[in-house]
């Protein structure tokens, strides 16, 4: 999956998905192409949204958005605690942790060379979502960390552990 560039926190895609679209929008008259060639380098093409593509694109802005998707592997890692050793979850929030401040302090660095006014909203919304889970980390870490142990025991050897109550409902 593409994970940089622009457009990394909006749409997921890989190279594999990227260039059979802009070959598609291209045959479909939407982008224009033009290669360019560097000495020592294999040519590049370069793609460029034309008028059409530009009407193209505002109609399907124009659509009501979907609800955004959200899936975290540390989340899961959380509410599967009770399984791993109390210093792998320490571990594992100090992690998640300094990534939230890692892409607050990138963020904010974007937004000091930013001057367009939408792009520094959604810059401003990505550094409140980084800051929110940050501050929830914080603040409420030892709820997963100072859990007792003979609890997490009986729990996982009891009928319902947290994952089965959930599927049982």
């Known amino acids: 999956m ?3 560039g622009n457009f990394s926190h909006f749409i997921m895609g890989s190279y594999g998905s990227i ?3 802009l070959s598609k929008l291209e045959a479909e008259g939407l982008v224009s192409c033009r ?3 560097e000495a020592g380098k294999p040519r590049r ?13 505002v109609n ?11 899936k975290s592997e540390f989340l899961f890692l959380c509410l599967c605690s009770e399984l791993l050793d109390p210093d792998h979850i320490s571990a594992s929030i100090n992690q998640q942790v300094e990534r939230l401040s890692a892409g607050i302090d990138s963020l904010q660095v974007a937004r000091g060379d930013c001057g367009h006014v939408a792009s520094q909203f959604v810059i401003d919304y990505g550094i409140s979502l980084h800051k929110a889970a ?9 709820k997963l960390e100072d859990r007792d142990e003979d609890a997490v025991l009986d729990e996982i050897e009891g009928e319902r552990t947290p994952l089965s109550a959930q599927a049982a409902e």
């Open 35 to 37: 290669e360019e060639r």
């Open 2 to 4: 593409t994970s940089q």
């Open 60 to 70: 399907a802005l124009s659509d009501e958005s979907k609800a955004d998707i959200f």
């Open 134 to 142: 940050l501050d929830y980390l914080v603040q409420n870490r030892h």
């Open 19 to 21: 260039y059979p679209t």
């Open 45 to 57: 093409k370069i793609y460029s949204l034309n008028s059409e593509g530009r009407a193209a694109l």
